[in-house]
């Protein structure tokens, strides 16, 4: 074996970027493993535009040194707060220069295996290299968890993908496109198939496609008292699940679960209204079955109204979502995945993010059941990475000595971090006069 940490961060999306920010500054050892901004780089159509809003679209960092805003003002971009959408483009390059400029130790390795060895972890990754970590924090995102319907897993990737195989339309080109979903991302692809030149044809199992609504800038003051602004929506309880994630956790287990599941369902962002208008779309249909038939494949469909639909296309694209399952984490070994205690195969947390195998955390969309909806989002990392990282330095014996004076002033403006107490890097709680300010774009 070589080399040891005492912690790694398995993944280098916002969660673990993040997180290995707020570390780096507490002078934690720590070693970082994954490709940076993998999921938006490589699993997401280029063209697309991020739902969240600029200030809710950023990485983060104990001095809020590089912001989507501040990256954007550096590169001369266009940048708003509210009503612009941020270009999945813009948001990669700027994940990309803060982990140049914030997490410079990065390895662009993958994880193979992961085990348990006494009181320490062993991990392999894909150049050979094993080496052993006192704490280990999975910040995996969402591609282990693709979510396939059963009806077309069994077909061959020629023929059926996920919509997260897909970062280039261009191959399509020409040919007859069947998208099924009803969220974001299927509206997003069938609209970025069309302009790349693809008949497309979107099929559904709701019986209306939800399509947010522009938001009225400057807000009306009783859109703001009714409706103040979180970073995964306007509403009051949006803003709870935002500001109260720890709130959230001491929620008895069913209605968390009730809440995830049903919170925030699929929709497209209101910037694709106008332009999802030139796609065809069939809604209220639930996939039967589907078959390959000379050469191409045939979907059949059960209606609503209890008839039956077929579709038949070159290639179809099932923008089905995710649903995290901790049994597919096949980088795991058996024995620690068995040791994980889990509600519907998505780990139990403690409040500091850690399983209930001692020194294992899980950060991102996986802690979703645990802390609520806003672990679906970017936004998330915001409360994830200080908590985490306030915990893990504690564990090791350490205090930071505050050796970021020199901007925490701005940071305080800006950011919402301020000194508390001994550790000088909590998240502040949202002041009561700030629900009834709207950021301006």
Same mark, same amino acid.
């Given at each position: ?14 969660y673990? =970027?993040?997180?290995?920010?707020y ?22 159509p280029?063209?697309?535009h991020?739902?969240?809003?600029g200030f809710?679209?950023n ?8 912001t ?11 940048y708003? &707060?509210?009503g612009?959408p941020v270009?999945l ?7 990309? #220069? ?7 130790q990065?390895?662009?390795?993958? =994880?193979v295996?992961l085990?348990?060895?006494?009181d320490r972890?062993?991990?392999a990754l ?5 080496f052993?970590?006192?704490? /280990?924090?999975l ?9 396939m319907p ?17 970062s %280039?339309l ?5 040919? @007859?496109v =069947?998208?099924i979903? %009803?969220?974001?991302?299927?509206? @997003?692809?069938?609209?970025? =198939?069309?302009?790349?030149g693809?008949?497309?044809q ?7 496609m939800e399509?947010?609504?522009? +938001?009225?800038?400057?807000r009306?003051?009783?859109d ?9 929506g ?5 803003r709870?699940f935002?500001?109260?994630?720890? #709130?959230?956790h001491?929620?008895?287990?069913a209605? !968390?679960?009730?809440?995830?599941k049903h919170?925030?369902?699929p ?7 106008e332009?999802? %208008?030139?796609?065809p779309?069939a ?5 039967a079955?589907?078959?390959l038939?000379? *050469?191409?494949v ?6 609503? &109204?209890? *008839? ?5 296309? &070159?290639h ?8 995290v399952? +901790?049994?597919r ?7 620690l995945r068995d040791? +994980?205690?889990? /509600? ?14 001692p020194?294992?955390?899980?950060i991102g969309p996986?802690?979703a ?5 806003? +672990?679906r ?6 409360t994830?990475?200080?908590?985490v ?19 925490r002033?701005q ?7 301020t ?7 909590? /998240? ?7 629900l009834?300010r709207d !950021?301006?774009p």
């Amino acid at each position: 074996m070589k080399g040891a940490t005492d912690v790694a961060i398995i993944g280098a999306g916002p969660y673990g =970027l993040s997180l290995a920010a707020y570390l780096r500054a507490r002078k934690v050892d720590f070693r970082i493993v994954g490709t940076p901004m993998q999921l938006w780089r490589d699993h997401m159509p280029k063209g697309m535009h991020l739902k969240s809003d600029g200030f809710a679209s950023n990485l983060y960092d104990p001095n809020g040194e590089l912001t989507l805003a501040h990256y954007c003002a550096e590169q001369n971009l266009p940048y708003a &707060d509210l009503g612009l959408p941020v270009p999945l483009e813009t948001f990669c390059a700027y994940g990309l #220069a803060f982990q140049q400029r914030l997490v410079p130790q990065l390895e662009t390795k993958k =994880l193979v295996s992961l085990r348990r060895n006494a009181d320490r972890f062993q991990l392999a990754l894909d150049n050979g290299e094993v080496f052993s970590a006192r704490k /280990v924090v999975l910040a995996l995102g969402i591609d282990y968890f693709r979510h396939m319907p059963p009806e077309l897993a069994e077909l061959p990737n020629q023929f059926v993908t996920h919509s997260s195989a897909h970062s %280039a339309l261009d191959r399509f080109r020409n040919r @007859d496109v =069947l998208v099924i979903g %009803a969220g974001a991302s299927a509206v @997003d692809i069938a609209v970025l =198939l069309h302009d790349a030149g693809a008949r497309v044809q979107l099929v559904a199992r709701r019986r209306e496609m939800e399509i947010h609504t522009k +938001m009225q800038l400057p807000r009306p003051i009783l859109d703001r008292l009714c409706n103040p602004i979180s970073g995964i929506g306007p509403s009051w309880r949006s803003r709870l699940f935002t500001d109260a994630p720890l #709130a959230f956790h001491y929620l008895p287990e069913a209605k !968390r679960l009730r809440i995830v599941k049903h919170y925030l369902g699929p929709a497209a962002g209101w910037f694709m209204r106008e332009r999802f %208008a030139a796609v065809p779309a069939a809604t209220g249909c639930a996939l039967a079955a589907a078959t390959l038939e000379g *050469g191409r494949v045939r979907a059949d469909f059960a209606t609503a &109204d209890g *008839g039956h639909r077929r579709f038949i296309a &070159d290639h179809i694209i099932a923008a089905t979502g995710y649903r995290v399952d +901790m049994r597919r984490l096949s980088c795991v070994s058996d024995d620690l995945r068995d040791a +994980m205690r889990s /509600v519907e195969h998505t780990p139990i947390l403690s409040a500091n993010f850690e399983t209930s195998v001692p020194g294992l955390y899980v950060i991102g969309p996986a802690a979703a059941n645990a802390f609520g909806p806003v +672990m679906r989002f970017a936004f998330g990392a915001r409360t994830t990475a200080p908590r985490v990282s306030r915990h893990l330095s504690r564990s090791f014996g350490r205090r930071l000595v505050a050796p970021f004076a020199n901007k925490r002033r701005q940071a305080q403006s800006e950011h919402g971090f301020t000194g508390a107490g001994r550790d000088q890097l909590e /998240v502040a709680p949202v002041r009561p006069h700030n629900l009834l300010r709207d !950021r301006k774009p």
